[in-house]
Nanobody, 114 residues
Framework: VQLQASGGGLVQPGGSLRLACAVS????????MGWYRQAPGKQRELVAA???????SYEDAVKGRFTISRDNAKNTVYLQMNSLKAEDTAVYYC?????????WGQGTLVTVSS
């Protein structure tokens, strides 16, 4: 499984960004997909996840602001981020899990600053 993340950048507080994670390889083996983030000096944390069956979960800090979705035809998972705050600044990573392995994409930097 290969993951290619894109969509990061600099945005002002209150703004929006959409991250995309293109998935290739043994897609059929994936059971869960998620977005993690790691801010400077902090541990990597799960932001949002979606299971193969479509069950979605969010970290409390992003509920109501972030939306995870997927386009099966494009083999892509998205993270729509609205009402961004300075504390959302981090490197965001796409993650895929099978029953035996975990895969990571390269990070994409999101900077929220005026």
């Amino acid at each position: 499984v290969q993951l290619q993340a894109s969509g990061g950048g600099l945005v002002q507080p209150g703004g929006s960004l959409r991250l995309a994670c293109a998935v290739s390889g043994e897609i059929f083996s994936i059971s869960n997909m998620g977005w993690y983030r790691q801010a400077p000096g902090k541990q990597r944390e799960l932001v949002a996840a979606i299971t193969r069956g479509g069950v979605i979960s969010y970290e409390d800090a992003v509920k109501g602001r972030f939306t995870i979705s997927r386009d099966n035809a494009k083999n892509t998972v998205y993270l729509q981020m609205n009402s961004l705050k300075a504390e959302d600044t981090a490197v965001y990573y796409c993650n895929a899990r099978t029953y035996v392995s975990t895969y990571w994409g390269q990070g994409t930097l999101v900077t929220v600053s005026s």
